[in-house]
Antibody, heavy 124, light 107 residues
């Protein structure tokens, strides 16, 4: 049973960097793809990006200039950094495990397991 | 970006009813379409992947259909625990995008 848990500051000041960590248990972090998704209060879901087990990344073009995702295999964690935040970045941030390659070798980019989510508010 | 449009945005239904939720993509996406259920204060949960495959552990009253641009999530015999918001998501191309959600409420 894969379990994910987000951690990080719940309040970030405008123009600063939002940094979150996702701790993974029940699965090898070196074997799967891992993603971040966010949800502004009362709104829909927005995909931020993902990192593969090789360390390659794929980001949403709308956030690409401000975002980075990395993996710390020794700590079985992966992290999100989002720079120069504004109030529009206020959201619940979820980490998730991506399905990855299926038996036919096709990359399936949907989300099998999710963390509980953590609310990050951008405010001075 | 591929836009995903869900309809209706909300609906009211009774326990035992059959409910259908539509999701339309702004361009063809094959069967790269997935459905999630989200309850208040909780993370989304995968229900259906690749348009029609039922995720392990999900009750068989949930089913998905469609391909190309038009997809449907159907819940047969709605149960009290099914009242939630449902989202579709495409994975045909980056950026991965979600529909706006359909809230299913008790009638």
């Amino acid at each position: 049973q894969v379990q994910l848990q987000e951690s990080g500051p719940g309040l970030v000041k405008p123009s600063e960097t939002l940094s979150l960590t996702c701790s993974v248990s029940g699965a090898s972090i070196s074997s799967y793809y891992w993603s971040w998704i966010r949800q502004p209060p009362g709104k829909g879901l927005e995909w931020i990006g993902y990192i593969s087990y090789t360390g390659s990344t794929n980001y949403s073009p709308s956030l690409k200039n401000r975002v980075s995702i990395s993996v710390d295999r020794s700590q079985t964690q992966f992290s999100l950094n989002l720079r120069s935040v504004t109030a529009a970045d206020t959201a619940v941030y979820y980490c998730a495990r991506v399905r990855g390659y299926d038996s036919r070798g096709t990359l399936q980019e949907y989300f099998l397991s999710w963390g509980q989510g953590t609310l990050v508010t951008v405010s001075s | 970006d591929i836009q995903m449009t869900q309809s209706p945005s909300s609906l009211s239904a009774s326990v035992g009813a059959r409910v259908s939720i539509a999701c339309r993509a702004s361009q063809t996406i094959g069967t790269y379409l997935h459905w999630y259920q989200q309850k208040p204060g909780k993370a989304p949960k995968l229900l259906i992947y690749s348009a029609s495959s039922l995720q392990s552990g999900v009750p068989s009253r949930f089913s998905g259909s469609g391909s190309g641009t038009d997809f449907t999530l159907t819940i047969n015999s709605l149960q009290p625990e099914d009242f939630a918001t449902y989202f579709c998501q495409q994975s045909y191309t980056i950026p991965l995008t979600f529909g706006g959600g359909t809230k299913v409420e008790i009638k």
